[in-house]
Structures are given as structure tokens and as C-alpha cells.
């Protein structure tokens, strides 16, 4: 049976043929006093609104917010086993110990992985370090690598990005005779009482386990890991050389692994960025990847997320994650731009594989009766292993559902899920673990091992738990502020520049505007699918926008709600003739060309006009 999925857009119907589509527009409000803190703070009210709506109320709040300063970074000695951990690897470098830092493969592994190898070096200790092939070993610590690790030497067993999970192999560790340090920030398993179940080690640094009195719960590894070696030397009263690189690095891991942009994260990439552009010396392998890709404007968050992140997470998932940790201990520039060339190239192969993979999976779940769950579990032997986080995210989105994606591995299939706000994937994955080889993960994105024969079995389960409404199952777009055309300013632009860094829970400021007549339409891009407007009002005032995503969506728009001689003029950019009028959701950005800025509107959504 065919059926047509109504999106009703605030109280406004839009029936498209052909397209899941459903989305739902709100207008945030807020209990602050807009005039107030606009006078207060010295912003436009429209910057107050939206600070406000992001739950900044106080001066304090506000001041963190707009100055997020490293000084104000809180005290790592709250967390939980700290000292312990600091004085294992004191005790370590004094009695001449080696200490195995055990990464992960992602960019949030390597670059912790980095920070606490140069820094333990530099320090005095006997390290090394190893992160697990994603396709041979899978996440986390596994028995036969810790025998390795006990063959070669190793004392200490130091993890990071990984470890709180690993209740079996620290008892292997223990019985190898070695220490064993986790410094993790995934959330712990937990009882049926809700009790944290903790592995067996020396030492536990994670904050959201629940005997952890440090107030902020969101760091990522990276960020725990440059907190931990700033403890380590205060504590030993000794200089941190090379502070700046390492906080860099901190910076790079908050960014991609998609942590929560607020507080201390806010401070961390705030300041990162800073250094980044402050022409001070930079690692030869993050210069070599911003060089080799030619990169010679502003770093942004963007930069690191979409550019840097990238081609550091491609080494991990095509071929392996060490490739790009040697990169960054790399003291030889023209060795760093080769290593750096190749992990580009790496990149582009990792494009491809991910395309290949999306499109098998789509095709999967649309012949099938997976379309009709709320929680998509398909399973697909062409997706590579290597990129499944990636092609599950990608189809939560097409979706909106939450979405484990499960492919063939070496000895047991392998899973990457991706949530929505509503559904903590985590949780639902803790209550079917006696399924699982092996999981771990957080309220958004979870990974795992599982037997061929328990695929089903979780599918079942999860979608009989699943308590999701419909509601839920509506993504929902929250608009800052309704402004008209006319407010719409350079000065507003730069203005807004003040909330970098975006990212998760700072999202770019969402506007809307109703009525809005589209004057011009410019079909742009190698495929054509990219739409350039001009937009206008009644009253004269013009702005220019673009779509990036909506091609699929405005074309269904146009072929439903006009006649053929009109269809045909507005798909091929002419519109002369017709009457085109929408109410728009879009971001603010400032477009620079040829050293001139104007201002522009990324189109996030868009509907007819009631009017």
C-alpha cells in the first residue's frame, strides 16, 4: 500500500508526492528580559533573544558565553581517581616502567593518543603506544593485543577513548601482572539497580561514571587527556612544554567527535582556533594537512570538522589509525606533507566507499518493511565496516529514526548506531547486552560486535521497547527569531560571529521569515542540484540565499504546486511569469568575494506561503 506523508508545518499542510519529508517548525521562547540584557551586555536585541533561547540568563552566563576564557577551565583534581592515576605514572617513569598508551581509531582516539604520548615522553617515561585495527580487532582492548603488549615490555596499561567498558580484559590485565590506567568519557554499564559495573583497574578517569564530582560531564577524550597532563605536571611542579600544540589537538577531538559545544568544550575550541590562525608554531602534520589541502583562509570549526577530521578518521577506517599519529609526531616537514598527502588520498577512497555504501542501504530499507520501524536496524554486507558510523548517521537523517547499521566483520558481524534527541541508544543497547560480543558508546552514538543470529532478535526487541511517538519521530526545526528582510544586516552578520564555535547544542541561529518573494533562481553546482535565489518584500528589500540540500524538495514543491508551462519555467531559472512566494528558515553567514563581504542566507528549510 502506497501512502502520503503529510508534513504539517505549523498548522500549514504540505503534501509532496514521492518524498518522505516531515518536518515541524517551533518558535523558542525564553523567560529573559531581551532589553535588559541587550543594554546590559551591550548586543542587539536580537543577539540577546538567542542567547536567551540557548538558556544564558545571567551576566556570569553570558560572559562565560561571549569570553570563554582557558582560565576559567575547571579543576581536574575533582575528578575522580586523578591522583591515582598521576601518581601510577609517576611511579612508572621513577622506577623505569614502560606504559602502553591503548587508543582508538577515531579522530578523538588519535589525537588523545598524541597528547598523552608527547606529553609523557616529555616527561620522562618509557611509553608507547598502539591503537587496534578497526577491521581486524574492532573497539576497544582485546585479550590477544594485551598479550602482545605484556611480550614487549609493558607495566602500565594506559587507554584512552576507550577502557570503561572492558570488564573482562582488565581482569586479564590484572592477572598479567600489569597497572591498568582508563581515561575514557563513554558512559559506563550499568546494573539493573543502575549501579555504574566499573572494570577492575587501578584507576578510572571518566566523568560521567557517578562517583565523579567534576561538574562538567561532556569533555571528550581528547579533552580529558590534555586536562590529565596539565594535572600531571602541575602536580609534579614542572613546565608543559608545548602547551599550546597539545590543547590544539583537544580542540580537533571536541570538534569531531560532536560533544556537546558549551562550558568547558566552548572554551577548548574557542581557544583552539585562536592559536590555530595566531601564526605560532603549528604541528608539522596539522600545517601539512591544511597546506596539501590548500588552506589558506581563517581556520574555523568547519575547517577542522569537515576538512582536518576527515582525512585523520580516514586513516583508521581504509587502512590504519597509526598512519595518522605518526603524522602528528612527525619533525620532519617534508615527511609530514608525504604522510599528509597520502591520508588525502586515503580520504578520497573513503568517499567513495561511503557513497557505495549509503546507496546500498537505502535501497535495502526501501524493499523491505525496515521503513516502517521506529528504530532501523539493517543489516548489509556492502557496507564496508570501515565507514558504517558514517552511513548510519547519514540515514538517521534521511529518516529521522534512530539507526544501527550492521555489516559482515572477521569473526563477528559489526555495528555502528546513531540516534535522535529522545532516544538514548545507549541505554536501549545496555538493557539487550547478553546479544552483544561486545558494546560501548553514549546517548547519541553507540558501536558493537554480534552474533549473525542475534540480529533479529535486537531488531525486534529495540522496536517493542521503542516508546517513541510520532511526535518524536517528527524532526522539529526550533527557530531563534522571526525577523523580517529589512533586518537582515552586514552588522547583524558579524554581530553573530559571536557564538562561534558551532557545533552541538550551539547551533548556528535559525531565523524565519514569511512572505518572502523569490525575484531570481540560478541552478549552480557540477550537478546542478545547488539553488541560488534572491529574495525580496513588498517594500523593496533584497537578499541573496542558497540551498546546498533542498533541490530534491523545492523540485517536488514546484512540480506539485504549479501547471506545466510554469513548472518548466521556474526549474529552468526563469521566472518572469510566475508568482513564487515562500516562508523561509535560514541561517545568517557572511559570504567574502574578492575581499568584498555581503551578507548571504543558507536556506534550511522552506514552505508556500499562506498568502
Same mark, same amino acid.
Given at each position: 500500500?502506497?501512502?502520503?506523508?503529510?508534513?504539517?508545518?505549523?498548522?500549514?499542510?504540505?503534501?509532496?508526492? $514521492?518524498?518522505?519529508?516531515?518536518?515541524?517548525?517551533?518558535?523558542?521562547?525564553?523567560?529573559? =528580559?531581551?532589553?535588559?540584557?541587550?543594554?546590559?551586555?551591550?548586543?542587539?536585541?536580537?543577539?540577546?533573544?538567542?542567547?536567551?533561547?540557548? %538558556?544564558?540568563?545571567?551576566?556570569?552566563?553570558?560572559?562565560?558565553?561571549?569570553?570563554?576564557?582557558?582560565?576559567?577551565?575547571?579543576?581536574?583534581?575533582?575528578?575522580? =581517581?586523578?591522583?591515582?592515576?598521576?601518581?601510577?605514572?609517576? &611511579?612508572?617513569?621513577?622506577?623505569?616502567?614502560?606504559?602502553?598508551?591503548?587508543?582508538?581509531?577515531?579522530?578523538?582516539?588519535?589525537?588523545?593518543?598524541?597528547?598523552?604520548?608527547?606529553?609523557?615522553?616529555?616527561?620522562?617515561?618509557?611509553?608507547?603506544?598502539?591503537?587496534?585495527?578497526?577491521?581486524?580487532? /574492532?573497539? $576497544?582492548?582485546?585479550? *590477544?593485543?594485551?598479550?602482545?603488549?605484556?611480550? &614487549?615490555?609493558?607495566?602500565?596499561? !594506559?587507554?584512552?577513548?576507550?577502557?570503561?567498558?572492558?570488564?573482562?580484559?582488565?581482569?586479564?590485565?590484572?592477572?598479567? $601482572?600489569?597497572?591498568?590506567?582508563?581515561?575514557?568519557?563513554?558512559?559506563?554499564?550499568?546494573?539493573?539497580?543502575?549501579?555504574?559495573?566499573?572494570? %577492575?583497574?587501578?584507576?578510572?578517569?571518566?566523568?560521567?561514571?557517578?562517583?565523579?564530582? #567534576?561538574? !562538567?560531564?561532556?569533555?571528550?577524550? /581528547?579533552?580529558?587527556?590534555?586536562?590529565?597532563?596539565?594535572?600531571?605536571?602541575?602536580?609534579?611542579?614542572?613546565?608543559?612544554?608545548? =602547551?599550546?600544540?597539545?590543547?590544539?589537538?583537544?580542540?580537533?577531538?571536541?570538534?569531531?567527535?560532536?560533544?556537546?559545544?558549551?562550558?568547558?568544550?566552548?572554551?577548548?575550541?574557542?581557544?583552539?582556533?585562536?592559536?590555530?590562525?595566531?601564526?605560532?608554531?603549528?604541528?608539522?602534520?596539522?600545517?601539512?594537512?591544511?597546506?596539501?589541502?590548500?588552506?589558506?583562509?581563517?581556520?574555523?570549526?568547519?575547517?577542522?570538522?569537515?576538512?582536518?577530521?576527515?582525512?585523520? %578518521?580516514?586513516?583508521?577506517?581504509?587502512?590504519?589509525?597509526?598512519?595518522?599519529?605518526?603524522?602528528?609526531?612527525?619533525?620532519?616537514?617534508?615527511?609530514?606533507?608525504?604522510?599528509?598527502?597520502?591520508?588525502?588520498?586515503?580520504?578520497?577512497?573513503?568517499?567513495?566507499?561511503?557513497?557505495?555504501?549509503?546507496?546500498?542501504?537505502?535501497?535495502?530499507?526501501?524493499?523491505?518493511?525496515?521503513? #516502517? =520501524?521506529?528504530?532501523?536496524?539493517?543489516?548489509?554486507?556492502?557496507?564496508?565496516?570501515?565507514?558504517?558510523?558514517?552511513?548510519?548517521?547519514?540515514?538517521?537523517?534521511?529518516?529521522?529514526?534512530?539507526?544501527?547499521?550492521?555489516?559482515?566483520?572477521?569473526?563477528?558481524?559489526?555495528?555502528?548506531?546513531?540516534?535522535?534527541?529522545?532516544?538514548?541508544?545507549?541505554?536501549?543497547?545496555?538493557?539487550?547486552?547478553?546479544?552483544?560480543?561486545? !558494546?560501548?558508546?553514549?546517548?547519541?552514538?553507540?558501536?558493537?560486535?554480534?552474533?549473525?543470529?542475534?540480529?533479529?532478535?535486537?531488531?525486534?526487541?529495540? %522496536?517493542?521497547?521503542?516508546?517513541?511517538?510520532?511526535?518524536?519521530?517528527?524532526?522539529?526545526?526550533?527557530?531563534?527569531?522571526?525577523?523580517?528582510?529589512?533586518?537582515?544586516?552586514?552588522?547583524?552578520?558579524?554581530?553573530?560571529?559571536?557564538?562561534?564555535?558551532?557545533?552541538?547544542?550551539?547551533?548556528?541561529?535559525?531565523?524565519?521569515?514569511?512572505?518572502?518573494?523569490?525575484?531570481?533562481?540560478?541552478?549552480?553546482?557540477? *550537478? $546542478?542540484?545547488?539553488?541560488?535565489?534572491?529574495?525580496?518584500?513588498?517594500?523593496?528589500?533584497?537578499?541573496?540565499?542558497?540551498?546546498?540540500?533542498?533541490?530534491?524538495? !523545492?523540485?517536488? #514543491?514546484?512540480? #506539485?504546486?504549479?501547471?506545466?508551462?510554469?513548472?518548466?519555467?521556474?526549474?529552468?531559472?526563469?521566472?518572469?511569469?510566475?508568482?513564487?512566494?515562500?516562508?523561509?528558515?535560514?541561517?545568517?553567514?557572511?559570504?567574502?568575494?574578492?575581499?568584498?563581504?555581503?551578507?548571504?542566507?543558507?536556506?534550511?528549510?522552506?514552505?508556500?506561503?499562506?498568502?
Amino acid at each position: 500500500m502506497v501512502t502520503k506523508r503529510v508534513a504539517v508545518v505549523c498548522g500549514n499542510p504540505l503534501i509532496l508526492k $514521492g518524498l518522505f519529508f516531515m518536518t515541524v517548525w517551533t518558535l523558542r521562547k525564553s523567560r529573559i =528580559d531581551v532589553r535588559k540584557m541587550s543594554e546590559d551586555l551591550n548586543i542587539s536585541p536580537i543577539l540577546a533573544q538567542i542567547l536567551g533561547n540557548r %538558556n544564558i540568563f545571567s551576566r556570569d552566563d553570558a560572559d562565560l558565553y561571549i569570553k570563554p576564557r582557558i582560565s576559567l577551565m575547571g579543576n581536574t583534581f575533582l575528578m575522580k =581517581d586523578i591522583e591515582k592515576a598521576i601518581k601510577i605514572v609517576i &611511579r612508572a617513569r621513577d622506577l623505569g616502567k614502560k606504559i602502553f598508551i591503548y587508543g582508538d581509531y577515531d579522530v578523538d582516539g588519535i589525537t588523545s593518543t598524541v597528547i598523552l604520548y608527547k606529553a609523557l615522553k616529555q616527561f620522562g617515561c618509557s611509553v608507547e603506544y598502539y591503537i587496534p585495527n578497526r577491521r581486524y580487532e /574492532g573497539y $576497544g582492548l582485546n585479550k *590477544n593485543c594485551i598479550t602482545a603488549m605484556k611480550e &614487549r615490555g609493558c607495566d602500565v596499561v !594506559f587507554t584512552c577513548d576507550n577502557g570503561i567498558t572492558a570488564i573482562d580484559e582488565a581482569l586479564y590485565i590484572k592477572e598479567l $601482572g600489569m597497572e591498568f590506567i582508563v581515561l575514557d568519557h563513554h558512559e559506563p554499564i550499568f546494573s539493573e539497580g543502575g549501579e555504574d559495573i566499573l572494570p %577492575n583497574a587501578d584507576a578510572v578517569i571518566d566523568c560521567k561514571r557517578k562517583e565523579c564530582a #567534576y561538574p !562538567f560531564k561532556a569533555l571528550c577524550a /581528547g579533552g580529558m587527556a590534555y586536562k590529565f597532563v596539565k594535572a600531571l605536571f602541575e602536580f609534579s611542579k614542572t613546565e608543559l612544554k608545548g =602547551d599550546a600544540e597539545l590543547f590544539v589537538f583537544a580542540a580537533i577531538a571536541t570538534v569531531c567527535d560532536i560533544v556537546d559545544l558549551r562550558d568547558e568544550n566552548r572554551i577548548i575550541v574557542r581557544n583552539g582556533l585562536r592559536i590555530l590562525n595566531s601564526g605560532r608554531r603549528m604541528n608539522f602534520g596539522i600545517k601539512a594537512l591544511l597546506e596539501c589541502q590548500g588552506l589558506k583562509k581563517k581556520i574555523t570549526e568547519e575547517t577542522l570538522g569537515f576538512i582536518i577530521g576527515p582525512c585523520i %578518521n580516514a586513516s583508521g577506517r581504509i587502512e590504519s589509525a597509526i598512519w595518522a599519529v605518526e603524522l602528528f609526531l612527525e619533525e620532519d616537514y617534508e615527511k609530514a606533507l608525504e604522510k599528509a598527502r597520502e591520508l588525502i588520498k586515503i580520504n578520497e577512497e573513503r568517499k567513495r566507499i561511503t557513497s557505495e555504501g549509503y546507496e546500498s542501504v537505502i535501497h535495502n530499507i526501501e524493499n523491505s518493511d525496515i521503513k #516502517y =520501524d521506529k528504530v532501523m536496524v539493517v543489516y548489509d554486507e556492502n557496507v564496508d565496516e570501515s565507514v558504517m558510523g558514517i552511513v548510519a548517521g547519514r540515514i538517521k537523517e534521511h529518516y529521522y529514526r534512530p539507526v544501527i547499521v550492521i555489516s559482515k566483520g572477521e569473526e563477528f558481524d559489526k555495528g555502528s548506531g546513531r540516534s535522535i534527541e529522545g532516544y538514548n541508544i545507549f541505554e536501549n543497547l545496555s538493557a539487550n547486552k547478553e546479544l552483544f560480543v561486545k !558494546f560501548g558508546g553514549h546517548k547519541m552514538a553507540a558501536g558493537l560486535s554480534i552474533e549473525r543470529k542475534n540480529i533479529d532478535i535486537l531488531r525486534k526487541r529495540l %522496536n517493542e521497547n521503542c516508546s517513541l511517538t510520532e511526535k518524536e519521530l517528527t524532526e522539529v526545526i526550533r527557530i531563534d527569531k522571526a525577523i523580517s528582510l529589512s533586518e537582515i544586516t552586514l552588522e547583524l552578520a558579524c554581530e553573530l560571529e559571536i557564538m562561534r564555535p558551532f557545533g552541538q547544542e550551539n547551533t548556528q541561529a535559525l531565523f524565519a521569515t514569511k512572505n518572502v518573494i523569490v525575484k531570481n533562481i540560478r541552478y549552480v553546482g557540477v *550537478n $546542478g542540484n545547488i539553488i541560488q535565489f534572491v529574495f525580496s518584500d513588498e517594500d523593496g528589500n533584497e537578499v541573496r540565499g542558497i540551498s546546498f540540500k533542498g533541490f530534491e524538495k !523545492f523540485k517536488k #514543491y514546484v512540480e #506539485y504546486n504549479f501547471d506545466d508551462d510554469l513548472k518548466e519555467e521556474i526549474l529552468s531559472g526563469f521566472i518572469k511569469n510566475a508568482v513564487l512566494c515562500l516562508d523561509i528558515v535560514y541561517t545568517i553567514e557572511i559570504n567574502e568575494y574578492n575581499d568584498n563581504k555581503n551578507v548571504q542566507l543558507i536556506l534550511k528549510d522552506f514552505r508556500k506561503s499562506a498568502v
